[in-house]
């Protein structure tokens, strides 16, 4: 925040999320998604990031171990329910 050109506040986010990624099946098992995940995680710190999430379905265990073998760890499971109108 600025007033008159003096800073009154200050934020420092550090935080990144991981959102949806996916890979076209015609391309998968060749190591895609780790180097998106690589290179995303080598963008953050670059800029001084101190924390990142990931989050994946429960059932989806490659995922899952995809994301361990690159060092997250788990923290929280959720259940996350949707209704999509119509159906």
Same mark, same amino acid.
């Given at each position: 925040?600025?007033? $008159?050109?003096?800073?009154? !506040?200050?934020?420092?986010?550090?935080? %990144?999320? =991981?959102g949806l990624g996916a890979v076209h099946p015609d391309f998968?098992?060749?190591? &895609?998604?780790?180097? /998106?995940?690589? #290179?995303?995680?080598?963008? &953050?710190?670059?800029?001084?990031? #101190?924390?990142? $999430?990931?989050?994946?379905? !429960?059932? @989806?265990?490659? %995922?899952?171990? /995809? =994301? /361990? @073998?690159? !060092? =997250?760890?788990? %923290?929280?499971? %959720? &259940?996350? /329910? #949707?209704?999509?109108? !119509?159906?």
């Amino acid at each position: 925040l600025r007033d $008159f050109g003096d800073y009154d !506040g200050l934020s420092n986010v550090r935080i %990144a999320r =991981f959102g949806l990624g996916a890979v076209h099946p015609d391309f998968r098992n060749r190591g &895609l998604v780790s180097d /998106l995940v690589i #290179h995303s995680m080598e963008w &953050l710190n670059r800029r001084h990031g #101190h924390f990142s $999430f990931i989050s994946t379905q !429960g059932n @989806n265990i490659p %995922a899952q171990r /995809l =994301f /361990l @073998n690159a !060092g =997250f760890k788990p %923290a929280t499971t %959720a &259940l996350t /329910l #949707h209704y999509w109108e !119509g159906d």
